[in-house]
């Protein structure tokens, strides 16, 4: 069993920045498709970003593309996401999620199936 547990989020000024991280134990993560996602109160969940598992190919929402960069850290078992150029709009709990055999296209397109999921963290921007 995983278990993913992302770092604590905060409240940024619009254009600031914030780092992410959502650590992985249970399992090693090394084969695992890594990705985020966000959900604003009062709206759906959306895709974020993802990561594959064996060559690191990334995968943006349009919404973040140029602003947000996903990474992983297999060693520390660890996924990242750096937010640069915040705005108000990114404002949502954020969620790690793991799967072992999507692509980062299919965590996008079907992320009810998607095996694990953090507990969220939330980001506040302000303007």
């Known amino acids: 069993q995983v278990q993913l547990v992302e770092s604590e989020g905060g409240l940024v000024q619009a254009g600031g920045s914030l780092r992410l991280s959502c650590a992985g134990s249970?399992?090693?993560?090394?084969?695992?498709?890594m990705g985020w996602f966000r959900q604003a109160p009062g709206k759906e969940r959306e895709f974020v970003a993802a990561i594959t598992s064996n060559d690191g190919r990334r995968y943006y929402a349009g919404s973040v593309k140029g602003r947000f960069t996903i990474s992983r850290d297999n060693a520390k078992n660890t996924v990242y996401l750096q937010m640069n150029s915040l705005k108000p709009e990114d404002a949502a709990a954020y969620y790690c999620?793991?799967?072992?055999?999507?692509?980062?296209?299919?965590?996008?397109?079907?992320?009810?199936?998607?095996?694990?999921w953090g507990k969220g963290t939330l980001v506040t921007v302000s303007s």
């Open positions: 249970g399992h090693t993560l090394i084969l695992y498709t």
């Open positions: 999620a793991a799967d072992p055999l999507k692509s980062p296209q299919a965590m996008s397109a079907f992320p009810n199936g998607i095996h694990y």
